[in-house]
């Protein structure tokens, strides 16, 4: 008997999650020794004790019931208490703890966001490059992601106001804007942000604020945010995540900020995916939010470190190209690659340097490699040094993925 062909027989939901380009890379490291992992969005710090504390003392002391859907109380107030002091408060008064509901990732926290303002078929813009997971978490909804390119110069990324028009239609009901961005550090103005709720407000669309890496700014504080531009009626949620502030990529903990009104389907979507966060989860986000600045602070002094050792090196050398980092990501091009899947793979077998191909990112992307610099300064020193070495004799005497 023949074995069936399963694929047919999936959904089609199912057969849209495309794979992983950084995937596609790290496969060729898989059992080697002496890598340098410069592919994913994390740093190599654990978790600052304080926030781990509090998880064990919430289990010492039994918490492992089922717990509230949007979040145990202390959280959520947690959650407001953290946006006043970032914000200054909404609206003119203290942040409504209502508007906060906790997930199990800023990826469901995208998911559920998703499936608030999107129906299938219908349009959500993305300006790319971008994080592969959200067009690939719309797609999975039965949406359909519509990229919309951003222009590149030495100087900075670009997002035209006239590119997001020219991409609307009668399907569009969204905007998703990840700012700073991850992979090229684009980080909206005020003014940007201004043009763009303009923009939603004029279409009438959704906007999915992806803040994860708001806190990634040298002056201290928060970078822009539409949390100073929105009025109580515009149509924005805000998605964010424990995972890189305080070195939480493990715990698994996000949320959702949204008007309180929308309470039921962002309740129901957390009740039918994971029924809620780990109350001890919480327990440590709370740490985090209320006494966890101290520890960010010190992981932002050395994300700074990591970054003007990277562009300094490679700023020296023929054929790299970049703009002015944001997050905690270098994206820069080599001259001469026809494949950055190829070039990584190649980089990674001749240096031992992995870095996240720019297609991954969606094909605005390609040419650009994507390197975490939230790693130890000296193993960033080497692999930037291997990396220059290996572009200085390579371009202008090949096709880099030959």
Aim: hydrophobic letters at 45%; one cysteine or more.
């Amino acid at each position: 008997m023949t074995s069936p062909d399963w694929l047919s027989l999936i959904s089609p939901q199912s057969r849209l999650a495309p794979s992983s380009g950084i995937a596609e890379v790290m496969k060729h490291g898989f059992g080697r020794s002496g890598i340098i992992p410069l592919w994913v969005g994390e740093g190599d710090q654990v978790t600052p004790r304080l926030i781990a504390d509090a998880a064990v003392a919430s289990l010492a002391a039994g918490e492992t019931f089922y717990m509230p859907q949007p979040g145990i109380p202390e959280l959520r107030v947690a959650l407001a208490r953290y946006s006043d002091r970032l914000f200054g408060g909404l609206f003119g008064a203290a942040f409504d703890p209502g508007r906060f509901f906790v997930t199990g990732s800023g990826m469901q926290a995208i998911q559920i966001a998703i499936r608030i303002v999107a129906a299938p078929g219908q349009e959500i813009l993305v300006p790319t490059p971008a994080w592969p997971n959200f067009a690939a978490a719309v797609g999975v909804a039965g949406a359909r992601a519509v990229p919309v390119a951003q222009q590149f110069s030495p100087n900075g990324w670009r997002l035209d106001l006239a590119d997001l028009e020219a991409a609307v239609t009668p399907a569009t009901r969204a905007l998703f804007l990840n700012t700073p961005s991850n992979p090229s550090g684009w980080t909206a103005s005020q003014a940007d942000l201004a043009g763009f709720l303009q923009f939603a407000r004029r279409h009438g669309l959704w906007i999915i604020a992806d803040e994860v890496y708001g806190r990634f700014t040298d002056a201290g504080g928060t970078n822009p945010s539409l949390h100073a531009l929105i009025e109580p009626d515009d149509r924005v949620i805000f998605v964010n995540s424990f995972s890189k502030n305080w070195a939480m990529t493990g715990w698994r903990a996000g949320w959702i900020e949204a008007p309180p009104a929308l309470a039921r389907p962002i309740e129901n979507l957390i009740q039918y995916s994971t029924s809620g966060v780990p109350v001890f989860v919480q327990r440590a986000a709370v740490a985090a939010l209320d006494d966890g600045e101290d520890a960010l602070a010190a992981m932002l002094r050395r994300v700074r470190i990591g970054r003007d050792i990277v562009t300094t090196r490679l700023a020296q050398v023929k054929g790299v190209e970049f703009a002015p980092p944001g997050a905690f990501y270098l994206f820069f091009r080599i001259a001469g690659t026809t494949s950055s899947v190829e070039t990584a793979a190649r980089i990674l077998r001749d240096t031992g340097v992995g870095l996240a191909p720019g297609s991954a990112f969606g094909d605005n992307g390609e040419g650009f490699f994507r390197l975490c610099f939230a790693r130890d300064p000296g193993d960033l020193r080497r692999a930037a040094d291997l990396v220059a070495d290996w572009v200085a004799a390579g371009v202008g005497s090949r096709d880099l993925t030959a």
